[in-house]
């Protein structure tokens, strides 16, 4: 069966150092890889997918095949970036997630 | 365009009633999907509709639980009788197809439910 881990719950940084959480896969054939972000008070959306290589908010993440892993990384953190972070693969429409980490970015 | 809307936020009942929460899809999404977050443990899948069947329940806990989508518009989840272990927050979220593959899923508030 499909599993995601995070295998941290929270993160703390301040603002301007880099970040990066980290998210491992198991999964025999082609992931589809997804980081979702939930901000206090907001809904969970989705923030980047593997497939499609982009940079959102200076957030990246690359798909590494060979460690199974899809770690989400940023140079460096803001205030605003403090949220709820999940990975999350996709299994025939359903989506996978891993347990979050709680990003802190301190002032 | 409203998102993903879910009734009621929030919901505090006693071990043995009966509760339904419901889901709002976004206006033309065919697929509907239920998951749950129970504390401190990760999102689960419970159910995807397409339309108003049900495409998989696998992740349903047991025959407490009951999704519906009549007309394939809206969708309910009623538990009963709720036991102390089904609390949490529900979240619905819908996509579209386009081309042949299932979008990006857009997710709702939740529902937080808490079972005394």
């Known amino acids: 069966a499909q599993r995601v881990t995070q295998p941290e719950k929270l993160l703390s940084v301040f603002k301007g150092a880099p970040v990066e959480l980290k998210c491992n896969y198991s999964?025999?054939?082609?992931?589809?890889l997804f980081w979702y972000v939930q901000y206090s008070r907001q809904r969970l959306q989705l923030l980047l997918r593997?497939?499609s290589r982009e940079s959102i908010k200076g957030f990246t993440a690359d798909l590494n095949k060979g460690e199974t892993s899809f770690h989400l990384k940023k140079p460096f953190a803001q205030e605003e970036d403090s949220a709820m972070y999940y990975c999350?693969?996709?299994?025939?429409?359903?989506?996978?997630f891993g347990t979050g980490t709680r990003l802190q970015v301190f002032p | 365009e409203a998102g993903v809307t879910q009734f009621p936020s929030h919901s505090v009942i006693e071990k043995g009633q009966t509760v339904t929460l419901r889901c709002d899809p976004i206006?033309?999404?065919?697929?509907l999907y239920w998951y749950r977050r129970v504390m401190g443990k990760e999102i689960k899948f419970l159910l995807h509709?397409?339309?108003?069947?049900?495409?998989?329940e696998s992740g349903m806990p047991n025959n407490r639980f009951l999704a519906e989508r009549t007309g394939g518009t809206y969708s309910t989840l009623k538990v009963q009788p709720a036991e102390l272990e089904d609390s949490g927050v529900y979240f619905c979220?819908?996509?579209?197809?386009?081309?042949?593959?299932?979008?990006?899923?857009?997710f709702g508030p939740g529902t937080r439910l808490t079972v005394t």
């Open positions: 999964y025999s054939g082609s992931p589809e």
């Open positions: 999350a693969s996709k299994g025939t429409d359903k989506l996978i």
């Open positions: 593997h497939i």
């Open positions: 979220a819908s996509s579209q197809d386009r081309g042949g593959r299932t979008r990006e899923q857009y």
């Open positions: 206006s033309g999404h065919d697929n």
């Open positions: 509709f397409v339309k108003e069947s049900k495409q998989d």
